[in-house]
């Protein structure tokens, strides 16, 4: 306790060394990117995160666009908070494109959603943009095929260049081996690129060339928001092309990430009587807050059923049908007792993180504990500030199991990294161990003929008596 001014008799301080309860953020935040042309300005900014708690706020968007179709189809499954970021349509279909990517350095577009909790509008974790996210796009730079290799490159200064009048977005790297280009890898495809007038420059050193090639590539919008939904820890609802199974595990493998959750087929809507595919991500993502309200993120959005649609735009039979889209990755809609949604996967090809529920509820906790402990920074490293560290991440794990989110056995300790060296430079690491439980997805029960005791039982029970009923 600090030295204080005279005093006779009894007083209480508060001790500013204390223990800090960490508790789950809202996972259930859903973040809609989208367009409505028709909405009031003043209460729909472009490229500015606006908070929906009541379906009637939906009110000023307008008829036109994608705000109202998915807004209709998140709603008909849960009410949840939605975090809405409204963008210009443009001219054209490569317009718009462009502005669902938006830039880093502005925030605009996909970006904007992490303006959101500096405008103090909760985090959203269930990201999507239906009608505009969808998986690939038919005119991205697929590869780049190194033609000179060049001379005199460094690999910290080469800078490569893709050139076309009206494609957007592309990037790629060069791999420089003993000063020569030795190949150049796509990091992001673009979009709306074709070979006319297509060129690639090398910068950074002398007469290094190279030829890019156009084809189906990652959606641009998917491919931005994957880093986007890293940030947030978040999930991006991805669409498929709804055409045939076997397009839909195509275009299903250009993606490779733990961040994008990917549907198809499309969903049938009645509109003033009239079947309409609409974006099935809207479904997969209300259902999803349903669950995060209801059970938790350890809880899958699937098998369960879907209100507000009609059909699928495409059947998919319960089985081998549904199995095959499954074992792709590929989450789909199936009619069994119902219209049901049907699969738990991320794009991720790391089978530890394929189930959506497992890298959403790692995310949560990880999340949580980190909020927690920011009320710790700055405080002096005493034993007592230390132990509160330790207890509350014990507890935190501890009530994370209670709630079933987590299987018995974590772990929250000091790390053994720590040294007196990164102590006395305010460094202090800690150490925490623990498993979320993995969702049924393949339940098998062995059956078994049981002759002998079933008719010893039958033979035993038989007494030669009639029972006359009276």
């Not at 890293?230 to 250009?254: H, M, N, S, W």
């Not at 991320?346 to 993180?353: A, F, G, H």
Request: net charge negative; with cysteine; glycine share 10%.
């Amino acid at each position: 306790m600090a030295a204080v001014a005279f005093h006779h008799g009894a007083r209480v301080f508060q001790s500013g060394e204390n223990p800090v309860l960490v508790s789950l953020g809202d996972t259930s935040v859903v973040g809609l990117l989208c367009t409505a042309p028709d909405a009031v300005a003043l209460d729909w900014p472009l490229d500015t995160p606006v908070l929906i708690t009541n379906p009637s706020q939906a009110a000023t968007l307008g008829d036109a666009g994608t705000a109202k179709d998915a807004l209709d189809s998140i709603f008909d499954q849960a009410y949840t908070r939605v975090v809405l970021v409204r963008i210009d349509e443009g001219d054209d279909a490569a317009d718009l494109l462009a502005n669902a990517v938006g830039n880093f350095a502005t925030l605009t577009g996909v970006h904007a959603f992490l303006k959101a909790e500096s405008l103090g509008l909760p985090r959203p974790k269930l990201l999507l943009a239906p009608g505009i996210g969808t998986a690939t796009t038919a005119d991205g730079i697929a590869s780049i095929a190194v033609t000179t290799p060049g001379a005199g490159y460094n690999q910290g200064t080469v800078a490569v260049t893709i050139n076309h009048s009206a494609g957007a977005g592309a990037e790629a790297e060069a791999v420089v081996t003993a000063g020569a280009i030795t190949a150049i890898v796509v990091t992001k495809p673009g979009f709306g690129y074709n070979a006319t007038g297509l060129t690639v420059t090398i910068s950074g050193g002398t007469s290094g060339a190279a030829t890019a090639s156009v084809g189906t590539t990652i959606g641009p919008v998917v491919a931005e928001a994957q880093g986007v939904a890293e940030k947030l820890r978040a999930i991006f609802y991805a669409d498929g092309p709804d055409g045939t199974d076997v397009q839909a595990v195509q275009a299903r493998a250009k993606i490779n990430s733990r961040r994008v959750f990917y549907s198809d087929p499309r969903v049938l809507k009645s509109v003033e009587g009239s079947n309409v595919p609409k974006p099935s991500s809207p479904i997969f993502v209300g259902l999803q807050a349903k669950r995060d309200r209801e059970r938790g993120p350890h809880w899958a959005g699937s098998n369960m059923e879907i209100a507000g649609i009609v059909g699928t735009n495409r059947g998919v039979l319960y089985g081998d049908q549904a199995n095959y889209l499954n074992e792709h990755k590929v989450n789909t809609i199936i009619n069994k007792n119902g219209l049901r949604s049907w699969g738990v996967w991320t794009c991720s090809s790391e089978s530890v993180w394929q189930f959506v529920s497992v890298v959403r509820t790692h995310d949560a906790v990880n999340e949580a504990i980190e909020n927690a402990f920011l009320e710790f920074v700055d405080r002096p490293m005493t034993r007592a500030n230390l132990d509160f560290m330790v207890w509350s991440g014990v507890q935190a794990l501890r009530n994370f199991e209670n709630d079933g989110m987590l299987l018995p056995g974590s772990i929250f300790r000091l790390s053994n990294a720590n040294s007196p060296t990164t102590g006395a430079q305010g460094i202090v690491k800690f150490a925490m161990a623990y498993e979320v439980p993995a969702p049924m997805v393949d339940i098998r029960v062995d059956a078994y003929r049981n002759i002998e005791i079933a008719y010893e039982a039958l033979f035993n029970s038989v007494t030669g008596e009639f029972i006359v009923a009276e």
